[in-house]
């Protein structure tokens, strides 16, 4: 996950507050290990202060359109959608290093050349290093809920933030949240309709059948099992 609640969303005047992950990260397998070592050079991408736009065209070869997922936990969804679309090309971001080394390994097995991952802070990601108006879908799934409501602050979905990534989204791109806790549903639902220039897919307030690029997880299979529920909402940039 990243950063949220700042007082400006622009480069120029973006302030660190309030971080909506913790790092908690755990010990690296030896095959994640080899994967940041050997892999990363390849499929990973780093973004440092004062770092040059990244030029998407020319680190995959071609002018796909440009899917960004924000928070992809062990990489499943981000590879699946990338094996499923190989027309497009996919940056996934993730500050947890054994997520990223997982995801590279999966890049490897299954042989991917359309992704590309980040391990960083994704509100410095998109403020210094992605184009505005060159991501064609945004997928934010099962961000850190921050159940207590004196946590809720540090909830990812936040007016600021949304407007960041609806700058950096193309006109007709299409921004993905799903989550498993329905009080957040209902936080990223209200956020939504107080952003002018996004149409729910689904129709005002309402929320969207899973879309089948969107795979079941084991963490949301084991969720379903025990009876709790799981929104995705969907909404377009239309100007």
């Known amino acids: 996950m990243s950063d949220t609640d700042f007082k400006d969303s622009s480069p120029e005047k973006f302030k660190r507050k309030i971080r909506s992950f913790v790092r908690r990260e755990g010990r690296l397998t030896k095959g994640q290990q080899r994967a940041l070592d050997e892999l990363f050079p390849q499929y990973g991408l780093v973004v440092e202060e004062e770092s040059d736009t990244l030029d998407l065209a020319t680190i995959f070869g071609n002018d796909h359109p440009v899917h960004l997922e924000i928070g992809f936990g062990n990489g499943q969804t981000l590879t699946y959608m990338a094996s499923q679309k190989p027309e497009a090309n996919y940056v996934g971001i993730e500050v947890h290093r054994p997520g990223v080394g ?3 390994l999966q890049i ?3 042989k991917l050349s359309n992704v590309r991952v ?3 802070d994704a509100v ?6 992605i184009s505005d108006q060159s991501l064609s879908a945004v997928y934010i799934f099962f961000p ?9 602050k540090r909830r990812l979905i936040q007016p600021n933030f949304v407007e960041l ?10 921004l993905h949240y799903a ?8 936080h990223m639902m209200e956020v939504m309709k107080g952003i002018d220039g996004f149409e729910n897919l689904a129709g005002q307030g309402k929320y969207s059948p899973k879309p089948e690029y969107r795979p079941t997880t084991k963490f949301e299979t ?7 529920g799981v929104w995705d909402m969907l909404f377009k940039k239309t100007a």
Do not use: F
């Open 102 to 104: 997982n995801a590279l």
């Open 108 to 110: 490897e097995e299954q």
């Open 118 to 120: 980040i391990c960083h």
């Open 124 to 129: 410095e990601v998109l403020n210094q290093s």
């Open 144 to 152: 850190d809920p921050w159940h207590k409501k004196r946590h809720h």
């Open 165 to 174: 990534l609806k700058r950096k989204l193309k006109t007709g791109g299409v």
């Open 179 to 186: 989550t498993d806790w329905e009080n957040y549903a209902e």
């Open 222 to 228: 084991r969720g379903i099992r025990l009876g709790h």
